[in-house]
């Protein structure tokens, strides 16, 4: 059974950090592309950052420069850190890895 869960996320004032995570069991992350996506409210779910196989990463044009993905192999742990937080990053923030998503963290930023 494949599980994907994420953690990190919170309220966080503007030009703040946060460090997402999603711990994957039932499956081998360092064989695939992963992805971490957000929705916000009334919007659609979009790619927020990407890494492949063979650690090629890509990010939207939104996040470049303040967002980076990484992925440790022997964690089998997929990261997002996510600097310089403005009001429009605030959503709900989602790992996926092939077809399988992971429940999301929810991501506020206010002041």
């Known amino acids: 059974q494949v599980q994907l869960v994420e953690s990190g996320g919170g309220l966080v004032q503007p030009g703040g950090s946060l460090r997402l995570s999603c711990a994957a069991s039932?499956?081998?992350?360092?064989?695939?592309?992963q992805g971490w996506y957000r929705q916000a409210p009334g919007k659609q779910r979009e790619l927020v950052a990407s890494?492949?196989?063979?650690?090629?990463?890509n990010y939207a044009d939104s996040v470049k420069g303040r967002f980076t993905i990484s992925r440790d192999n022997a964690k089998n742990t997929l990261y997002l850190q996510v600097n310089s937080l403005k009001p429009e990053d605030t959503a709900v923030y989602y790992c996926?890895?092939?077809?399988?998503w992971g429940q999301g963290t929810q991501v506020t930023v206010s002041s």
């Open positions: 996926k890895s092939g077809r399988f």
């Open positions: 039932g499956i081998i992350f360092r064989f695939g592309t």
């Open positions: 890494i492949s196989s063979g650690d090629i990463t």
